[in-house]
T-cell receptor, first 115, second 111 residues
Framework: DTEVTQTPKHLVMGMTNKKSLKCEQH?????MYWYKQKAKKPPELMFV???????INESVPSRFSPECPNSSLLNLHLHALQPEDSALYLC??????????????FGPGTRLTVL | KQEVTQIPAALSVPEGENLVLNCSFT??????LQWFRQDPGKGLTSLLL?????REQTSGRLNASLDKSSGRSTLYIAASQPGDSATYLC??????????FGGGTRLMVKP
């Protein structure tokens, strides 16, 4: 199974709502990633978890809160978002490696709209 | 800082043409180069991954090359079809599992 799944596919939320994005993989990967992609722009890295520990936070505002409860699951908790946070949120997974690069496998993304 | 650039940003061709998409990178300490396809509003579909020790990879009508010394990669699409219309992203894989994306080329193949 080389699939990364993300739920929900689409999410519309108000600025006062709290919601969560979910990402799951069963490839035995121990590194998982969140990316944010605005329209007509490339994906931008937000967070990296390696062995279920947060290893990279690319100066993301605290209204985005990641969580990795186990090696297969990655969540992104959303609270008090702004309309400019509307974007496609992509999850990816790979085997961790600090010295080289292992291929990342991407999920289909969650299209988030903040009203 | 690692930078990846794609030229052109947009390309429109008639159906049946062979075409080349270009990708350049500044940091030659690249472990591999990956080409993705992205349809509007959708996720990334991996097309080809070239290891730094390889010169090219082929999949069907797609052929990707990698030249580390010049910092360039190309994606060749043969006999283009309207279904090839999408945004094509190249990304360099670097140490620490870091992926650096180019800005993408939006391809339109007209029937």
């Amino acid at each position: 199974d080389t699939e990364v799944t993300q739920t929900p596919k689409h999410l519309v939320m108000g600025m006062t709502n709290k919601k969560s994005l979910k990402c799951e993989q069963h490839m035995g990967h121990r590194a998982m990633y969140w990316y944010k992609q605005k329209a007509k722009k490339p994906p931008e890295l937000m967070f990296v978890y390696s062995y279920e520990k947060l290893s990279i936070n690319e100066s993301v505002p605290s209204r985005f809160s990641p969580e990795c409860p186990n090696s297969s699951l990655l969540n992104l908790h959303l609270h008090a978002l702004q309309p400019e946070d509307s974007a496609l949120y992509l999850c990816a997974s790979s085997q961790p490696d600090y010295l080289t690069y292992n291929e990342q496998f991407f999920g289909p993304g969650t299209r988030l709209t903040v009203l | 800082k690692q930078e990846v650039t794609q030229i052109p940003a947009a390309l429109s061709v008639p159906e049946g043409e062979n075409l080349v998409l270009n990708c350049s990178f500044t940091d030659s300490a690249i472990y591999n180069l990956q080409w993705f396809r992205q349809d509007p509003g959708k996720g990334l579909t991996s097309l080809l991954l070239i290891q730094s020790s390889q010169r090219e990879q082929t999949s069907g009508r797609l052929n990707a090359s990698l030249d580390k010394s010049s910092g360039r990669s190309t994606l060749y699409i043969a006999a283009s079809q309207p279904g090839d219309s999408a945004t094509y992203l190249c990304a360099g894989g670097y140490a620490g599992n870091m992926l650096t994306f180019g800005g993408g080329t939006r391809l339109m193949v007209k029937p």
